[in-house]
């Protein structure tokens, strides 16, 4: 059986309890998928604290259980809140090999608020040697990340912190493969 996932978007503002809705005047292309696996699951972030240390990040994606997927989305269930995402890129071991080499490890931050989502639509990205070079500029002030110097990586891992000092979120996050 044929499968496909399509990413929709849409938001609604309330004003004195009138709601409008605003969506894209266009359509979302539909991805083929495998027909599956598609995984929900739920997690809980603990509150940070003043006084105690921290609890470890939560994993909440790891290229282990689904090294191709075509969409990774999360949301706050918690309702108002905030969450900070770290994805962590690498650079494969080879054309033919995804298992990462280890030797261009860079984090990137992702903020997730309570009243949006995070959506990564591709494992495919971009990472640059350099652990300077990566988060700089080149001289016309464009993003390195961005130049030719700039080599094929994916993402490998997704962690999620809290940062409540007074109650755990809970996070939401389903995986297309």
């Not at 609604?12 to 995984?39: C, L, M, N």
């Not at 790891?62 to 108002?80: C, D, F, Y």
């Not at 995804?98 to 030797?103: C, D, E, N």
Request: hydrophobic share 40%; net charge negative.
């Amino acid at each position: 059986m044929a499968a496909q996932v399509q990413s929709t978007f849409r938001f609604t503002i309330i004003e004195d309890g009138v709601s409008s809705t605003y969506s894209p005047q266009f359509t979302i292309p539909a991805v083929p998928i495998a027909g599956g696996p598609f995984q929900s699951q739920r997690f809980t972030i603990p509150a940070i604290s003043d006084t105690d240390p921290w609890p470890d990040p939560t994993l909440i994606w790891s290229w282990e259980n689904s090294p191709t997927p075509k969409l990774i989305v999360a949301q706050l269930r918690s309702g108002v809140g905030f969450v900070r995402l770290a994805l962590m890129r690498d650079i494969p071991t080879s054309d033919t090999d995804i298992t990462p080499s280890g030797s261009g490890i860079k984090w990137t931050e992702h903020p997730l608020a309570g009243h949006s989502e995070f959506k990564l639509n591709t494992v495919e990205c971009a990472s640059i040697a350099s652990a300077s070079s990566f988060l700089g500029q080149d001289g016309d002030g464009f993003p390195n990340i961005l130049s030719d110097s700039a080599v094929d990586a994916r993402f490998y891992k997704i962690y999620a912190r809290n940062t409540s000092y007074t109650a755990d979120a809970t996070l939401e996050v389903w995986v297309v493969e």
